[in-house]
């Protein structure tokens, strides 16, 4: 179930079917039949009905009760059903990468339905008849009947109205950009809490392609939490955070909001090679900056600075803290811990790049959480899934899963800063497509040219946005990330919107007043 008790995945009674071919009187009928309605290739029917030296052979399993009876209604000789349990999902094709899909047997093989599979598989029951020593049953021995135990009911942290907004704003994304694909992630900042969370193209959870396990594996991989990337310009959201802290604990090789960083020429040279800011600074742009104004304009030299003069100790200090290089322990599997290159192996050119968001390896989800703890006080929290398991029977609840810190990363005045120049960035900068009038959006863009067997790929971008709002006291953290689009690369102008798309959806759906509003109740 989702977090107010949607349902979302059941069991229900299916069937298999299946014959013994020595009581088949008509194979070529009952393969024309079976064939028809289930459609399979008649051959194949065939070959199984008129197999020998077999008992008993299995046609399909995982069948609907409408067409166990439209079968049962031939009244085929040698043609049995059998009821078994069959996994149904409410809404198809939705949220199909995090619940997952079972075996044909039932069992968890992806997803919410692996990782709580011992959860919600329940017990079979059991008869248990007296035998003597070599399993003869005794004439006047007793039978016992141990019942079965229903499997318990797993209560997401997901939000189905949330869920739906984000399907429908991947999909639209999916339209207008002919991306590779779309992705995004709705967050709790305060609680870790996953709201929403999909990527598209997905696949129909009832109706799987399991004879292409290719397309199946491809699309059904919640690339989230198990997929790298370059996260570019969204990255300096740690860069910031780490030079404001280290200021404010004293280290003077740091420096504070107010420093105006020197930028007249919009490069660097570090070890040989150029770095340069996304725009020529033609005229005097981006020239004098602060760190907000370079969190504004997204300018690369200002965070190739701090990068270098924190020096690679504190900044893999703060890449520590802030969960990367490590995973960040939801409760799923598959989770990768990203790539960062060893401390000691790092250069000077590799630091000034990190700086900025590359050479340096994320998830979608270790940076939504290393986001969240940028703003949301200065906390990493643990993300989760589950918030809640529960007896169906009684109701009762017999494990809860309540908001984790796994460590403090910034201090509550630097965070308040950080937010403060992330609200600037929608206001005024590359960020101001998410913009909504009323209301407290922060965020940071980012664009970063993708890797293709070891090198740059020419024309190939993942264009992104991460934002939250309200930003004097973040609630709601969006991702949101465009793999590949056609034509415009700029996350501020290919990602932002479809955030703002859902933050605005977010807004309807809580009834959040403006901010002038709220201020006067």
Request: aromatic content about 8%.
């Amino acid at each position: 179930m989702d977090t107010n008790g949607n349902l979302l995945a059941t069991t229900q009674t299916g069937y298999s079917v299946y014959a013994r071919p020595q009581s088949v009187n008509d194979a070529e009928d009952a393969a024309r039949v079976l064939s028809d309605i289930l459609d399979i290739d008649y051959e194949t029917v065939f070959g199984k009905l008129t197999k020998r030296g077999v008992s008993e052979v299995t046609i399909k399993r995982q069948l609907t009760t409408e067409k166990a009876e439209e079968i049962r209604g031939y009244n085929l000789p040698g043609i049995y059903l059998a009821s078994e349990g069959l996994r149904s999902y409410v809404y198809g094709d939705f949220l199909s990468q995090v619940l997952g899909f079972v075996s044909s047997d039932g069992s968890g093989q992806t997803g919410i339905e692996a990782y709580y599979d011992k959860y919600l598989q329940g017990l079979n029951g059991m008869l248990l008849t007296e035998t003597d020593l070599v399993g003869d049953e005794l004439d006047n021995g007793s039978t016992t009947y141990v019942p079965a135990i229903n499997g318990l009911t797993v209560i997401l942290t997901v939000d189905a109205v949330i869920q739906s907004v984000v399907e429908n704003v991947l999909e639209l994304a999916m339209y207008q950009q002919n991306p590779q694909a779309a992705r995004c992630i709705v967050l709790d900042v305060t609680t870790g809490e996953i709201l929403a969370m999909a990527s598209k193209p997905s696949v129909d959870l009832n109706n799987l392609p399991r004879d292409d396990i290719e397309y199946l594996m491809k699309y059904s991989k919640n690339t989230l939490l198990t997929d790298v990337y370059e996260p570019g310009s969204t990255f300096k959201v740690l860069t910031a955070s780490a030079c404001l802290e280290e200021y404010r604990n004293g280290n003077p090789k740091a420096f504070s909001a107010q420093h105006v960083f020197a930028n007249s020429s919009g490069t660097r040279i570090i070890d040989g090679s150029k770095i340069s800011c996304w725009t020529k600074h033609a005229n005097g742009k981006h020239s004098n900056q602060t760190l907000s104004d370079a969190l504004n304009n997204s300018c690369n030299p200002i965070f190739t600075d701090i990068a270098l003069s924190l020096g690679k100790e504190t900044m893999y200090d703060y890449l520590e803290k802030f969960g990367y290089g490590s995973v960040t322990g939801i409760d799923f599997a598959g989770e990768q811990a990203g790539i960062l290159v060893p401390e000691s192996a790092v250069t000077n050119g590799d630091l000034a790049r990190i700086g900025f968001g590359q050479t340096i390896a994320v998830t979608a989800l270790q940076l939504c959480m290393a986001t969240a703890a940028a703003v949301n006080g200065g906390l990493l929290m643990q993300p989760y899934l589950v918030k809640e398991i529960s007896d169906p029977i009684s109701g009762q609840t017999v494990k809860r899963f309540t908001p984790t810190v796994v460590n403090r990363v910034i201090s509550e005045e630097t965070s308040k800063q950080i937010a403060a120049m992330l609200q600037r960035v929608v206001d005024e900068g590359g960020g101001k497509n998410a913009k909504i009038e009323g209301y407290q959006i922060g965020g940071k863009t980012g664009t970063a040219q993708k890797f293709v067997d070891g090198a740059l790929a020419t024309g190939k971008y993942v264009s992104s946005f991460i934002g939250f709002f309200p930003a004097s006291q973040p609630k709601y953290l969006v991702l949101m990330i465009v793999d590949e689009p056609q034509g415009q690369s700029y996350g501020s102008i290919v990602a932002a919107p479809y955030a703002g798309l859902v933050f605005r959806e977010i807004i309807n759906y809580k009834n959040i007043a403006p901010l002038e509003e709220r201020q006067k109740s």
